[in-house]
């Protein structure tokens, strides 16, 4: 843990799958709920699946690392799903409003609910450091997903609101501005090994990966820290 010896000024978390849940079932349940209303001859699991394929594409394609001034025009999530829903219910033939759809996704993000350790380690990690949020979503979601988790936060930056997501640097280097830290003195934590290891230690935060999905498993990968969950995180600021 050499690379973590110091406890650093702030502690940046992204927040769906780190402090919030987010849970695949809920979204086939919302996809079931579509097919029941409106009959269509296919499972709910189907046309979620069908939908994924082209959520994945915007989620591949709206980040050019290899050069950001190449990045194609930004877009929030609200309108990437409703772009996903006009490819699938043409290629499907439903007669459906991609809006409407895509404002259940809206609605379900924000209602999801913080993991059951999120509140009381954030209250703990606070007594040692600072502590905020990057997150690539939409204000519409993230602001009630946020609400729900008990504790006030002084730095939340969407990607919405940056204009930017994760792993691009921009979105990293606006909260830098914010908060008035070097990067070198901050962490960050993440589920996702190329938007949060790679995008945070690209401009020299330190990352924490974390895999909510593993019981009780701490580790260096690759030279960063990888945990299971944030008590973890809270037993290692004990020992600085």
Same mark, same amino acid.
């Given at each position: 843990?050499?690379?973590?010896?110091?406890i650093p000024?702030?502690?940046?978390?992204d927040?769906?799958?780190?402090?919030?849940?987010n849970?695949? /079932?809920?979204w086939i349940l919302v996809?079931? $709920?579509?097919v029941?209303d409106?009959?269509?001859?296919i499972t709910g699991?189907?046309?979620w699946e069908?939908?994924?394929? /082209?959520?994945n594409?915007?989620?591949?394609t $709206?980040t050019?690392?290899?050069?950001?001034n190449?990045?194609p025009?930004?877009i929030?999530?609200? /309108? !990437?799903?409703?772009?996903?829903f006009?490819i @699938?219910?043409e290629k499907?033939?439903?007669?459906y409003?991609s /809006?409407? !759809?895509?404002e259940k996704?809206?609605?379900?993000m924000?209602n999801?609910?913080?993991?059951?350790?999120?509140?009381e380690?954030?209250?703990e990690?606070?007594k040692?450091?600072?502590?905020?949020i990057?997150?690539n979503a939409d204000?519409?979601f993230l602001?009630? !997903?946020?609400n729900q988790?008990?504790?006030?936060?002084?730095?939340?930056?969407?990607s919405?609101? !940056?204009?930017?997501y994760?792993p691009?640097?921009?979105i990293?280097n606006?909260?830098?501005?914010?908060?008035g830290f070097?990067?070198k003195e901050c962490?960050?934590v993440?589920?996702?090994e190329?938007d949060? @290891?790679?995008?945070?230690?690209n401009?020299?935060m330190?990352p924490?990966?974390?895999? $909510?999905k @593993?019981?009780?498993e701490k580790y260096i990968?690759n030279?960063?820290?990888v945990?299971?969950?944030l008590?973890q995180?809270l037993?290692?600021f004990?020992?600085?």
């Amino acid at each position: 843990m050499n690379n973590y010896s110091e406890i650093p000024k702030i502690i940046l978390f992204d927040c769906f799958e780190t402090l919030i849940n987010n849970e695949t /079932e809920k979204w086939i349940l919302v996809f079931e $709920r579509m097919v029941k209303d409106e009959k269509w001859n296919i499972t709910g699991k189907k046309l979620w699946e069908i939908w994924k394929v /082209e959520e994945n594409k915007f989620r591949e394609t $709206r980040t050019n690392l290899s050069n950001i001034n190449k990045n194609p025009p930004f877009i929030t999530y609200k /309108e !990437a799903w409703e772009n996903c829903f006009d490819i @699938v219910f043409e290629k499907l033939n439903f007669k459906y409003s991609s /809006e409407k !759809a895509a404002e259940k996704c809206v609605k379900l993000m924000g209602n999801n609910v913080p993991y059951k350790d999120t509140s009381e380690i954030l209250n703990e990690l606070s007594k040692y450091t600072e502590i905020g949020i990057i997150s690539n979503a939409d204000n519409a979601f993230l602001n009630p !997903a946020v609400n729900q988790i008990d504790f006030d936060f002084k730095y939340l930056l969407s990607s919405e609101s !940056a204009k930017s997501y994760k792993p691009d640097p921009t979105i990293f280097n606006q909260m830098l501005s914010t908060i008035g830290f070097k990067s070198k003195e901050c962490w960050y934590v993440g589920d996702k090994e190329y938007d949060d @290891v790679i995008g945070s230690s690209n401009i020299g935060m330190k990352p924490i990966l974390i895999t $909510r999905k @593993v019981y009780n498993e701490k580790y260096i990968n690759n030279g960063y820290l990888v945990v299971s969950n944030l008590t973890q995180i809270l037993e290692l600021f004990k020992k600085l």
